[in-house]
């Protein structure tokens, strides 16, 4: 079984940057499609990104242009960097693996991203 630990949220400003981190267990972990997904107070979870094994990679509309997904397969780790921020991006973040749907399969610590001035 996968687990998944999230780092790098934190508060910024509008405009601001972060990079969140997420680190996968197991030694498989290079063979899974693997997502970013965030939850705001009082609305539903969504998809924010998506990438495969490799390069290929997709972005929900809201942050296309902002947001950048990568993954390092040698480290087993997975990351999103976040331009040009918006205080709608207010969120908890997850990663856990892409199976097809918006949301993720399960719910772990995530990271909490506040964007306000």
């Known amino acids: 079984q996968v687990q998944f630990v999230e780092s790098g949220g934190g508060l910024v400003q509008p405009g601001g940057s972060l990079r969140l981190s997420c680190t996968a267990s197991?030694?498989?972990?290079?063979?899974?499609?693997m997502g970013w997904y965030r939850q705001a107070p009082g609305k539903q979870g969504e998809l924010v990104a998506h990438i495969n094994s490799g390069t290929n990679t997709f972005y929900t509309d809201s942050v296309k242009g902002r947001f950048t997904i990568a993954r390092d397969n040698a480290k087993n780790m997975v990351y999103l960097q976040m331009n040009s921020l918006k205080p709608e991006d207010t969120a908890v973040y997850y990663c856990?693996?892409?199976?097809?749907?918006?949301?993720?399969?399960?719910w772990g610590q995530g990271t909490q991203v506040t964007v306000s001035s």
């Open positions: 197991g030694n498989i972990f290079r063979i899974y499609l």
């Open positions: 856990n693996l892409y199976l097809g749907g918006p949301l993720p399969s399960s």
